[in-house]
């Protein structure tokens, strides 16, 4: 039974992770992204193995978070203060831009490996390995053994820093920061063709149901949503 991570093996495995290939491209910017992860690390117990994991790692699609629609969570427990600034941020919502990022972990996906060698000579392996595959979503990781998975939390955020600017340059340019009705004007516009198009073709209904959870907007639109299916939409 491993040890519960106490908060220097939490500080030590951030600061002994290296991104030796981060991948290529951004994460996308209207869709979920899988990162297909190789992570080599040294046996902390035994001399000359190293364990060479692998993985994919589902960033999830990401999200625009306004002013207005977090201040109320954020204000309980808050100070007066903080309340000004929350109150200044809804003012201003047109300039604030922020997005939410998530991921999880494809555990069907994993394997793992011990060999008996350098971590060097591992990494050069892997690196050629995972370069000959052409994977712009691969990324190899030198990390620690225990706790592993923080070194992969390590890997996302180095992931996101990456792509934030382009995702936002991308949003912007579908005028997905225009706010209308609490939400973005290109996504209104998208349910309301989804809504239309689905009235006449009822074989679209699963997917405008897919484009209301994915964006967390089910419980907006189930009345209406409901009427459809039932025919009376």
Known sequence: MSKKPTQFDFWFAVNNTEIVVPPKRHLETFGNTIINYH???ELMDSIGKVRVREGRMQALRPQIITPS????LMLEGF?????QYLEWLKKHEDTVRILRYGYTLKQEAFSEQVLTDTTEAVLER??????????????VIKGVDDPWD?????????VIQNSAQANIRELHERRMFEIQDGLPAALRDEIEKGFQAAAKDPSLIKALGKLLQDNNLFERYQDRFFNLVQGRG
Do not use: I
């Open 69 to 72: 629609s977090y201040s109320t």
């Open 79 to 83: 100070g007066e203060q903080a309340q």
């Open 39 to 41: 992570m080599v690390s």
């Open 126 to 139: 892997v690196k050629t390995e995972v370069a000959a595959k052409k994977d712009p979503f691969a990324a």
């Open 150 to 158: 923080v070194c992969l939390v390590r890997l996302f955020w180095t």
